[in-house]
Nanobody, 124 residues
Framework: QVQLVESGGGLVQVGGSLRLSCAAS????????MGWFRQAPGKEREFVAR????????YYADSVKGRFTISRDNAKNTVYLQMNSLKPEDTAVYYC?????????????????WGEGTLVTVSS
């Protein structure tokens, strides 16, 4: 088991920045591929970004590429999502995700563990 707790969401204006954090507890953090998904009102949960066990490989959804950066600190059991140049369409609940032992799926049904989510609202 692993427990995931997100923080850092909030209200930001268009073009602004936020940094989300996800603190993990439980099993060995470095054994998990980590990532972020988001779910906007009335829409399905969608993949945002993922990062490999040691942090050397990252992958992003096209919609956030060049604006968002995922990183992790295995010593602190924490994964981050730096979000820049935010747009109204980035408004969503952002969920931290963990997948043990394999490359993280980009489909929500393939995820082992979820956090409770943190709301990001981008106002125009």
């Amino acid at each position: 088991q692993v427990q995931l707790v997100e923080s850092g969401g909030g209200l930001v204006q268009v073009g602004g920045s936020l940094r989300l954090s996800c603190a993990a507890s439980g099993r060995t953090f470095s054994s998990f591929y980590m990532g972020w998904f988001r779910q906007a009102p009335g829409k399905e949960r969608e993949f945002v970004a993922r990062i490999s066990f040691g942090g050397h490989n990252t992958y992003y959804a096209d919609s956030v590429k060049g604006r968002f950066t995922i990183s992790r600190d295995n010593a602190k059991n924490t994964v981050y999502l730096q979000m820049n140049s935010l747009k109204p369409e980035d408004t969503a609940v952002y969920y931290c995700a963990a997948q043990m032992g394999v490359v993280m799926s980009t489909h929500p049904s393939g995820i082992n563990y979820w956090g409770e989510g943190t709301l990001v609202t981008v106002s125009s």
